[in-house]
C-alpha cells in the first residue's frame, strides 16, 4: 500500500475525542460513565431558531449558498461583531464558515504555510497545533504558567518570536484554562509587536459570549493590532447549535478575499438550512440567552467549590467558556491499584475506571499538571460527578 502523506502521518487525533470514545465504549459495555470530556451545551437552541430550520428546510432550503455565506447573515454577523467589540469589519470583511473549526482552518491556510512558525501560547485547544501542522507550518508551543494567569505576556512573546514566526493563535476567553485576556494585557503584547509588523494574530473568540468578567476585549479592538488580526467566532458555544456547524471569520479585506477562495475549493459553503437559522438566531433578543449564561454562572461556583474540597486539587475559577482546569500537582506520586500516579493522563485514566468519570488530561493541552472539566452539564450530573472524584480521590494512597 502507498504511503500517507507526510502532513497525514504528523497530524495527532483529538484525545479529546479519544477520551469522549472510551467513555462511550464503558457505558456500552453496562459502565455508569458520567462524560464531562466535550465542550457541548447541554442546552438546546431557542424554539425560534428550530421552528426556522424545519420550515426553511420544508420550503426546500437544500441548495448551495453563495461561498462567503448568504448575504443577510452577513449583514447580521457583521452587526453582531459592531456591537459586540466595535469590530466595524462591514460584511465584505467577514465569511460564514461550517463552523469555528471551519474557519480557523481558512485562516491557517490563507495565513501560514511551509517554514512558518505559529507561535501557541499553551494551555490551549489541541486543535491549533494540528491545524498548523496540516498547512506545513511548525507550531511553536508557549508554556504560560498558573502563575501568569495561563496568558502570554511579554517578556515571554518577546523571547518566543523568531524570524520565521508568521502567525499568534490567541484564545479568549481560552480553552481549557478560561483565561481572559485584558485591554491592558493586549495593549502590552502590541508593544512587543510594533517592531513585526509581518505578524498576524488569530484570534479565537467561540466564548466570547460565556464570561464572568466585565469585558473580554479582541486583539481587533487595537488600532495597533486591527490590520493584522483575523477573528473567529461562531454559534456553537453562544447558541448552543454545535452541530449546525456556523462559524464566523472577520478580517481585513484581503484576507478575508483569501478565505473565501480557499473556502470555495475546499468546503464549499455552510449549509444553508444552517444559514437560515443562524440568521433567526442572531435576531433574537439577548434576554432569551440569559438564563443560559445564568446557569453556567451557577455551575462555575458549584464546580469550583467541589473541585477545591476534593483531595489534592487546586482550582482558580475560569473568567470565561465552561471548563474547569484543576492543578493536579498534589496527587503526583499517590498511589492507584494499577501502581503510582506520574501524570494527568493516568489520573484521568483512575478517575475514569474507579469513579465513573470521564476528564481530559491536561497534557492534551500542553500542561500536564491539569485536568480539564467541562461544566457543559446539568448541576445534578455536576454534583454526582464531584461526588465521586472526591471519593475516587480519597481512596489513593
Same mark, same amino acid.
Given at each position: =500500500?502507498? =504511503?500517507?502523506?507526510?502532513?497525514?502521518?504528523?497530524?495527532?487525533?483529538?484525545?479529546?475525542? &479519544?477520551?469522549?470514545?472510551?467513555?462511550?465504549?464503558?457505558?456500552? *459495555?453496562? $459502565?455508569?460513565?458520567?462524560?464531562?470530556?466535550?465542550?457541548?451545551? /447541554?442546552?438546546?437552541?431557542?424554539? $425560534?431558531?428550530?421552528?426556522?430550520?424545519?420550515?426553511?428546510?420544508? @420550503?426546500?432550503?437544500?441548495?448551495?449558498?453563495?461561498?462567503?455565506?448568504?448575504?443577510?447573515?452577513?449583514?447580521?454577523?457583521?452587526? %453582531?461583531?459592531?456591537?459586540?467589540?466595535?469590530?466595524?469589519?462591514?460584511?465584505?470583511?467577514?465569511?460564514?464558515?461550517?463552523?469555528?473549526?471551519?474557519?480557523?482552518? @481558512?485562516?491557517?491556510? *490563507?495565513?501560514?504555510?511551509?517554514?512558518?512558525?505559529?507561535?501557541?501560547?499553551?494551555?490551549?485547544?489541541?486543535?491549533?497545533?494540528? +491545524?498548523?501542522?496540516?498547512?506545513?507550518?511548525?507550531?511553536?508551543?508557549?508554556?504560560?504558567?498558573?502563575?501568569?494567569?495561563?496568558?502570554?505576556?511579554?517578556?515571554?512573546? $518577546?523571547?518566543?518570536?523568531?524570524?520565521?514566526?508568521?502567525?499568534?493563535?490567541?484564545?479568549?476567553?481560552?480553552?481549557?484554562?478560561?483565561?481572559?485576556?485584558?485591554?491592558?494585557?493586549?495593549?502590552?503584547?502590541?508593544?512587543?509587536?510594533? %517592531?513585526?509588523?509581518?505578524?498576524?494574530?488569530?484570534?479565537?473568540?467561540?466564548? $466570547?459570549?460565556?464570561?464572568?468578567?466585565?469585558?473580554?476585549?479582541?486583539? *481587533?479592538?487595537?488600532? %495597533?493590532?486591527?490590520?493584522?488580526?483575523?477573528?473567529?467566532?461562531?454559534?456553537?458555544?453562544?447558541?448552543? =447549535?454545535?452541530?449546525?456547524?456556523?462559524?464566523?471569520?472577520?478580517?481585513?479585506? /484581503?484576507?478575508?478575499?483569501?478565505?473565501?477562495?480557499?473556502?470555495? +475549493?475546499?468546503?464549499?459553503?455552510?449549509?444553508?438550512?444552517?444559514?437560515? %437559522?443562524?440568521?433567526?438566531?442572531?435576531?433574537?433578543?439577548?434576554?432569551?440567552?440569559?438564563? =443560559?449564561?445564568?446557569?453556567?454562572?451557577?455551575?462555575?461556583?458549584?464546580?469550583?467549590?467541589?473541585? *477545591?474540597?476534593?483531595?489534592?486539587?487546586?482550582?482558580?475559577?475560569?473568567?470565561?467558556?465552561?471548563? &474547569?482546569?484543576?492543578?493536579?500537582?498534589?496527587?503526583?506520586?499517590?498511589?492507584?491499584?494499577?501502581?503510582?500516579?506520574?501524570?494527568?493522563?493516568? #489520573?484521568?485514566?483512575?478517575?475514569?475506571?474507579?469513579?465513573?468519570?470521564?476528564?481530559?488530561?491536561?497534557?492534551?493541552? !500542553?500542561?500536564? !499538571?491539569?485536568?480539564?472539566?467541562?461544566?457543559?452539564?446539568?448541576?445534578?450530573?455536576? &454534583?454526582?460527578? #464531584? /461526588?465521586?472524584?472526591?471519593?475516587?480521590?480519597?481512596?489513593?494512597?
Amino acid at each position: =500500500m502507498p =504511503m500517507l502523506s507526510e502532513r497525514a502521518r504528523a497530524v495527532e487525533p483529538s484525545r479529546t475525542i &479519544a477520551m469522549n470514545q472510551r467513555a462511550r465504549e464503558l457505558k456500552a *459495555a453496562g $459502565r455508569d460513565v458520567i462524560d464531562l470530556t466535550v465542550g457541548e451545551p /447541554d442546552f438546546r437552541p431557542p424554539r $425560534r431558531v428550530l421552528e426556522a430550520a424545519a420550515a426553511a428546510a420544508l @420550503a426546500g432550503a437544500d441548495r448551495y449558498t453563495p461561498v462567503a455565506g448568504l448575504p443577510e447573515l452577513r449583514e447580521l454577523a457583521a452587526a %453582531a461583531c459592531l456591537a459586540d467589540g466595535a469590530l466595524g469589519y462591514g460584511p465584505g470583511g467577514l465569511m460564514v464558515a461550517p463552523g469555528a473549526k471551519g474557519a480557523l482552518s @481558512a485562516a491557517f491556510m *490563507a495565513l501560514a504555510g511551509p517554514g512558518d512558525e505559529v507561535l501557541i501560547p499553551t494551555p490551549a485547544w489541541l486543535s491549533y497545533a494540528e +491545524q498548523a501542522k496540516l498547512v506545513g507550518a511548525e507550531p511553536r508551543l508557549v508554556y504560560c504558567p498558573p502563575e501568569s494567569g495561563y496568558k502570554l505576556d511579554p517578556a515571554a512573546l $518577546r523571547g518566543a518570536l523568531t524570524g520565521r514566526t508568521r502567525l499568534i493563535v490567541l484564545g479568549s476567553p481560552a480553552n481549557p484554562t478560561g483565561a481572559v485576556y485584558s485591554r491592558t494585557e493586549l495593549e502590552a503584547l502590541a508593544a512587543v509587536l510594533e %517592531a513585526r509588523p509581518d505578524i498576524w494574530i488569530l484570534s479565537d473568540e467561540v466564548y $466570547r459570549s460565556i464570561r464572568y468578567v466585565a469585558e473580554a476585549p479582541s486583539p *481587533a479592538e487595537l488600532p %495597533a493590532l486591527r490590520a493584522r488580526t483575523a477573528v473567529v467566532r461562531g454559534l456553537s458555544k453562544s447558541h448552543a =447549535m454545535t452541530g449546525w456547524r456556523i462559524g464566523f471569520l472577520a478580517g481585513p479585506q /484581503d484576507f478575508i478575499d483569501a478565505a473565501i477562495a480557499i473556502q470555495g +475549493q475546499t468546503l464549499t459553503c455552510a449549509a444553508r438550512v444552517s444559514q437560515l %437559522a443562524a440568521i433567526e438566531a442572531l435576531k433574537l433578543p439577548p434576554a432569551e440567552l440569559k438564563p =443560559m449564561l445564568e446557569a453556567y454562572e451557577d455551575r462555575r461556583a458549584l464546580v469550583c467549590a467541589g473541585l *477545591a474540597a476534593a483531595r489534592g486539587l487546586g482550582v482558580t475559577p475560569p473568567e470565561g467558556a465552561f471548563y &474547569a482546569f484543576p492543578r493536579i500537582e498534589g496527587l503526583v506520586g499517590a498511589t492507584a491499584p494499577r501502581g503510582t500516579i506520574r501524570s494527568s493522563d493516568e #489520573l484521568a485514566l483512575y478517575l475514569l475506571e474507579e469513579g465513573g468519570v470521564a476528564l481530559v488530561p491536561g497534557s492534551a493541552f !500542553g500542561d500536564d !499538571g491539569a485536568l480539564r472539566l467541562s461544566f457543559a452539564a446539568s448541576e445534578a450530573c455536576l &454534583a454526582e460527578a #464531584l /461526588d465521586r472524584i472526591a471519593a475516587s480521590l480519597a481512596k489513593l494512597g
